[in-house]
């Protein structure tokens, strides 16, 4: 499953229950899903997110320094 297929179904759930389940805050949780539908979380968030919910990574990820022009 890809990353924000996954994220999309995890938010499905209300917020309340979601917050519990993460055991962070419900404002917390309300802010993820707004950056998230948004396009603004970013991958490394993204992927601590689905590792609190269970969901473990299948491909080791990099993220690349930009180049220097």
């Known amino acids: 499953m890809v990353t924000n297929e996954a994220l999309e179904k995890m938010f499905l759930i209300d917020n309340a229950t979601l917050a519990e389940k993460l055991n962070v805050k419900y404002f917390t949780v309300a802010t993820w899903k707004y950056q998230f539908q948004g396009g ?3 991958e490394e968030k993204k992927a601590e997110i689905l590792n609190k919910f269970g969901y473990k990574l299948k491909a080791k990820r990099k ?4 180049r220097k022009q």
Do not use: D, N
Not at 63 to 66: D, R, S
């Open 40 to 42: 603004k979380l970013s």
């Open 63 to 66: 993220w690349l320094k930009a």
